[in-house]
Nanobody, 118 residues
Framework: QVQLVESGGGLVQAGGSLRLSCTASGRTFSPYFMGWFRQAPGKEREFVVA????????YYGDSVKGRFTISRDNAKNTVYLQMNSLKPEDTAVYYC???????????WGQGTQVTVSS
């Protein structure tokens, strides 16, 4: 069983920064991709960014390009999301997700709230 645990959410003013972390624990976990998604109240879940674990290629959603950066620490089984120039529309619950093979993300964290005030 693999568990993903996020941390680092909180309240920040517009223009500020936050860094989210997601650590995988449990059985040996060799991710194919790790990603971040978010869901705002009343909206569908939105893809934010993903990183391919073996070569660190990254893929960003249009709404966060140039502001958010994903990175990973292989030794710690941890993926990070550095969020800069935050906007009120970035307010959402942010979820970490992972998959070990191509296809749907199988493993999900519990989510961490990010609130950006104007």
């Amino acid at each position: 069983q693999v568990q993903l645990v996020e941390s680092g959410g909180g309240l920040v003013q517009a223009g500020g920064s936050l860094r989210l972390s997601c650590t995988a624990s449990g059985r040996t976990f060799s991710p194919y991709f790790m990603g971040w998604f978010r869901q705002a109240p009343g909206k569908e879940r939105e893809f934010v960014v993903a990183i391919r674990w073996n070569d660190t290629n990254t893929y960003y959603g249009d709404s966060v390009k140039g502001r958010f950066t994903i990175s990973r620490d292989n030794a710690k089984n941890t993926v990070y999301l550095q969020m800069n120039s935050l906007k009120p529309e970035d307010t959402a619950v942010y979820y970490c997700a992972g998959k070990v093979v191509p296809g749907e993300y199988r493993y999900w964290g519990q989510g961490t709230q990010v609130t950006v005030s104007s």
